[in-house]
Structures are given as structure tokens and as C-alpha cells.
Nanobody, 122 residues
Framework: QVQLVESGGGSVEAGGSLRLSCAVS????????MNWYRQAPGKEREFVSA???????SYADSVKGRFTISQDNAKNTVYLQMNSLKPEDTAMYYC????????????????WGQGTQVTVSS
């Protein structure tokens, strides 16, 4: 069973930085596009960033130029470097793994992590 474990959340002041990590385990035959989503209180979960197996990346307009997604294949970990944080970035941040081509039969279409809280004060 694939597991995603996020870490690195916390409380920072506006303008500060945090780096989130998402460790992927038990994925043997699965290939993924890795994503970060976030959900603020009272709002729907929204896309933040993604990185595919060929390392191509995408970002929500709201975080472009401030956030950077990367992956360390040797550590099976995806990172989200968040700079110039704003109070509106406050949310629970979730890692999501989307099944990619050439995955094994038993790989599910997607997996979610449990989330890590980011709070940015003004």
C-alpha cells in the first residue's frame, strides 16, 4: 500500500519561508506525477504545484515565482520550497500522487497524504 507522509509545516511570519516534504513509500511498481494541494478553512482544496516523472513542473498562478517544487528520486521525496509567504498561503497542505503511465496493475489512480499545516501571520 503506497503511503505519503508530509512534513515541514509550521508557523511563520509573512515574508518567511518553509520547505515541505512528502516521502513516498511502498510504491514498488507505481509511477507518479506528484502534486501539492492546499485547503484553507471554509474553502475548497486547490491545486498548488505538480512535478511529473520527467521533472516537468506546473504551478498555480497564486504561487508562481514564490514556490518551487522538486524531487529527490534517491530519497523518494518531493519538496515544496515556499518563499515570500503571505497570510493567504495559510492552509493545510496535502501531497497527492497521481498514477502515471507504465504503473503496475495494483497501483491506484491516486493517493493522498494526511496533510501538514502551514500558518502565516501578518
Amino acid at each position: 500500500q503506497v503511503q505519503l507522509v508530509e512534513s515541514g509545516g509550521g508557523s511563520v511570519e509573512a515574508g518567511g519561508s518553509l520547505r515541505l516534504s512528502c516521502a513516498v513509500s511502498d510504491y514498488t511498481d507505481c509511477r507518479f506525477t506528484m502534486n501539492w494541494y492546499r485547503q484553507a478553512p471554509g474553502k475548497e482544496r486547490e491545486f498548488v504545484s505538480a512535478i511529473s516523472s520527467d521533472a516537468s513542473t506546473s504551478y498555480a498562478d497564486s504561487v508562481k515565482g514564490r514556490f518551487t517544487i522538486s524531487q529527490d528520486n534517491a530519497k523518494n521525496t518531493v519538496y515544496l520550497q515556499m518563499n515570500s509567504l503571505k497570510p493567504e498561503d495559510t492552509a493545510m497542505y496535502y501531497c497527492k500522487a497521481d498514477r502515471a503511465a507504465f504503473s503496475g496493475y495494483f497501483c491506484r489512480n491516486y493517493y493522498w497524504g494526511q496533510g501538514t499545516q502551514v500558518t502565516v501571520s501578518s
